[in-house]
């Protein structure tokens, strides 16, 4: 299986931050590659696929980029909402995997 | 607005069987691949099986491999996991989470998860 690891495992900001979070494929995996944000509680939420395509009604202070083995998730001005735990997950080939998260707290 | 529903979850004893059920409402179910990931916080979050639109081609990690089965009724609307020789470490939140619409959007190099139910918690405990 494709091991995805992330980076950092916590991170701590203050609100307006512009915060980024690494995630490498232990393969290349092209750029099959999606972001989720999960909430307390919650279930995950696609943010992204296609390492940089936004989903529908995710707001724009939301970017990705990246290709082959290495990938980022932006947030341009970190808002109250956005504190809780993002994913990336790779769907180059079965089975499909996911990073170990990364928990962005309030600073 | 697309809702997922999943129920069933509950107390197992080892080596005992459970089945899932997750309903869908406000998409076209047949048109969306579906698939099963559960949650731990010990190993994190884990895609464990995955159906076509028509029901016919499934998928599964090797951790659940010949003991689950995931099945569909597209006429319920529904998305199902037969659990069997279940084990302590199957203990978890279990989702049911759609792909994308194959239909309208197409669903090659699309096997990311659009929409996901709230969960339900499996303890497979004596």
């Known amino acids: 299986d494709i091991q995805m690891t992330q980076s950092p495992s916590i991170l701590s900001a203050f609100v307006g931050d512009r915060v980024t979070i690494t995630c490498r494929a232990s393969q290349n995996i092209n750029e099959w590659l999606a972001w989720y944000q999960q909430r307390p509680g919650k279930a995950p939420k696609l943010l992204i696929y296609k390492a940089s395509t936004l989903e529908n009604g995710v707001p724009s202070r939301f970017s990705g980029s990246g290709s082959g083995t290495e990938f980022t998730l932006t947030i341009s001005s970190l808002q109250p909402d956005d504190f809780a735990i993002y994913y990336c997950?790779?769907?180059?080939?079965?089975?499909?995997?996911f990073g170990q998260g990364t928990k962005v707290t309030i600073k | 607005e697309a809702h997922l529903m999943e129920s069933g979850g509950g107390l197992v004893q080892p080596g005992g069987s459970r089945r899932l059920s997750c309903e869908a409402s406000?998409?076209?179910?047949?048109?969306?691949?579906m698939n099963w990931l559960r949650q731990t916080p010990e190993r994190g979050l884990e895609w464990i099986a995955n159906?076509?639109?028509?029901?016919?081609?499934?998928h599964y990690a090797d951790s659940v491999k010949g003991r689950f089965t995931i099945s569909r009724d597209n006429g319920k609307h529904s998305l199902y996991l037969q659990m069997n020789s279940l084990r302590a470490e199957d203990t978890a939140v279990y989702y049911c989470?759609?792909?994308?619409?194959?239909?309208?959007?197409?669903?090659?190099?699309?096997?990311?998860?659009?929409?996901w139910g709230h969960g339900t918690v499996v303890t497979v405990s004596s």
């Open positions: 989470a759609s792909g994308r619409d194959c239909i309208n959007v197409g669903c090659q190099n699309a096997a990311y998860f659009q929409f």
């Open positions: 406000g998409l076209t179910f047949s048109n969306y691949e």
């Open positions: 159906i076509s639109t028509g029901g016919s081609i499934t």
């Open positions: 997950q790779q769907y180059n080939s079965y089975s499909w995997t």
